[in-house]
């Protein structure tokens, strides 16, 4: 039986933000997950955008959680070592129903407590995005809405929780709660069983399930999938800012971003569905965004397509977050809700959980060692010559580029698979470094991205997983 003071459950953005930010009390802290890495699930798959809740409901736990978090990102982004944009985004109104929305959504940006949204002219909007439609007849500027790398920033939450003393478990699927005399008195995995004297539900799209295993049936969650075009860096038609459509009451419709490692995103759309498995893009899904954005950008390029991806919403019925805790389960927090906005608010729920955990009796003392600074392994790519030539010294491993189409060398994958939280998979080492992610989608690197795997967790490269266990990627040789 394993004994902790915090069990939290999902290594997604919110369980790895809340494990960090617990390290800095004097509890001993673990973090469970039924996938190998950290990274969740919707954490994975989403627009990468650093919100600044501009547009959320008004009053809402949601818009106090995601009007908060915006501005921790400048130092959360530096103390992690997670590269963050502050690119802005603009809101291009094109016809005369659009133009006529504009007010109204600059006054709920107030209403927000969000005061630096800008109107702005035509002409100004085209010289910030010279590719946006000319019939752009004004429209908003938000200067705050960012983006970041979404993957870097679960994995250095983890690995700063680490190294101020959380623990993870990963591949461990929790299937049950034993409840004794209104608490939560044992959790019961896939792996060892655990006791803690609080748990934390983070499971987003399964959240539902686990609070059923305590007999919390008074919500559910919906997937909403959201599917996307990722552009070839190389594109020839550029944008600068998010671009964001006007809103419709249906949905908030689809975007066009650039990512933090130059490529462009499209989408997302957004399809209620049932099924929590279900993350394949659709013909009908990718065709409603070529049509979309090419309203607002008309030639952007989407024949320069090298990936399509989908992220399911952990949307709830009733709808909005949900951090609660209970008369009736005294050491229980639930988690949900925190459907397209959940990257962003990480930063700030995290705060407000552990709040919630200190009124219900978690030892709130502060601990005096906590370390907000991680360190990131090296980049390659974007290191000077002088730089790159000083890492080469360091470790010749350095000097052998693997993947070409993102200059990543084997210096790099060697160091994320002895990392903290090691990158153990082909998508572990992608999410982290960015390998198979380029132009050729890994067919030149992910043979060798294998062998290093292979050889420096000493498993055969048969062993070598793609993520989960059973999606091995290759079954025998060939040749000798
Ligand atoms: C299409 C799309 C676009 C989005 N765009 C943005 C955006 O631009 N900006 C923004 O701020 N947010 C955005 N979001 C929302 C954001 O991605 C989510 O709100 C956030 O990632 C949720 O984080 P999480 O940690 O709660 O969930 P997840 O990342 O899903 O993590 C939950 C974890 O719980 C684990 N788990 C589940 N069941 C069990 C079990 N029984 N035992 C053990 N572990 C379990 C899962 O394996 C998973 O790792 C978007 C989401 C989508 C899908």
Redesign the pocket.
Known sequence: MIQTDVLI?????????LARELTKYEVDVLV????ED??????????????TGYDASPGTLESQL?VAANPMYDKLAQDLDVPFQRVGAILPAFSDDQFEQLPFLKLKSLQNNVYDVEYLTPEKLLDLEPNLSPEVKGGLYIPRESIID?FLL?VAYAENAVENGARFLLG????DMVQEEGTVSRVI?TGEEIQAKFVVN??????D??AKMVGKTDYKINP?????YVLDRNTTVDINHIILPIPTKQTKGKLL?PTIHGNIIC????DDGEDKLDADTTATGLQSIEEDVKRLVPNIRISDTIKQY?????NCEPAGYHIETYDDLTNYVN?AG?????????ASLAKYITEKLKSIGMNSNFNLKFNPIRKGIPVFRDASKSEQEELIKQNPLYGHIICRCETVSEGEIVDAIHRSIPARSVDAIKRRLRPGTGRCQGGFCGPRVIEILAREQNISPEEVMLNQPGSYMVSSKTRE
Request: hydrophobic fraction near 40%; charged fraction near 15%.
């Open positions: 459950i999902g290594a997604g953005a919110v369980g790895c933000a469970v997950d039924k996938n950290v990274g969740g699930v919707a954490s994975k798959s989403n627009s990468a955008i650093i919100h995601v979404p679960v461990t699927k929790v299937l995995t983070a499971a987003a799209l399964y959240c399930e686990i909403r999938k959201g599917e996307f971003a989408g997302p759309t957004a989908s992220g399911l919403r952990p988690v925190v459907r397209s906005t959940g990257l962003t608010s990480s």
